[in-house]
């Protein structure tokens, strides 16, 4: 009975979530009360309450004295939350939503390479060139290249020998991999790019391995501007 009521809660959290994230729940907007979208759900009133709770804890909604469970504002949302981060990645925001992860990109990712070329042990420049290798073979294939490249650039941060860089990476899994979707499904129909795109990864790598910690950072920052002139051109 326990589990039942877990996944029934699981359930109400996605899909309220989701409704919040796509804007048809919109900030000031208040949600139903306990009992009403119980019987709307055909849920018990326990699984609406962990619910709320749930997204509360999320900042996305909260508890209003004589209002009830009111949908917060945007600002106050917990964007790095994985669920929040998959809702924004999958839903109504999708490329607007993505650039800005490749702002934060922009910010982190030279970082990153900079630090695995200062850091990077033989076996984990092994490792990155397997990942490139992968990379190189998958183009053409959606789905193989959104991971393999989600891959190659976890080597990175890997070898980067930050333990708040690799953690960030792998909170942000989800939606890089949809951010990668996106990147390859363009790319597809713009071959100078492909070319060039997987040049820059190539770039990197030879940077990382040679311990070229600046050209590993400026080719890195290269890499990721190219990726925000894909997403441009790419149509929602």
Known sequence: MTVA????TDQLIHELGKQIINGDLK?????PKVEALSEIHGVSRTVVREAYKALATRRLVKSVPKL????CPRSEWQWWDADVLTWASNEGLNRNFLLKLNEIGLAVEPVAAKLAAKHATEEDIKHMTYCYNQLEKSLGDKEA????????HKSIYD????????????????AQLEYRYMTI???NNMPDTTERYLKLHKDVLIAIS???ERTAYQKMYELQEELAIIL???ED
Not at 27 to 31: C, K, M, S, Y
């Open 5 to 8: 009521i877990y996944n029934l």
């Open 27 to 31: 900030p000031g907007d208040t949600l």
């Open 68 to 71: 009830g469970t009111i949908v």
């Open 145 to 152: 290249w959104a991971e393999t490249d989600y891959y190659f």
């Open 159 to 174: 070898a980067s020998n930050n333990e708040l860089l690799v953690n960030m990476m792998q909170m942000l899994f989800k």
């Open 185 to 187: 499904s363009s790319m």
């Open 210 to 212: 040679s311990k070229d």
């Open 232 to 234: 441009t051109q790419t």
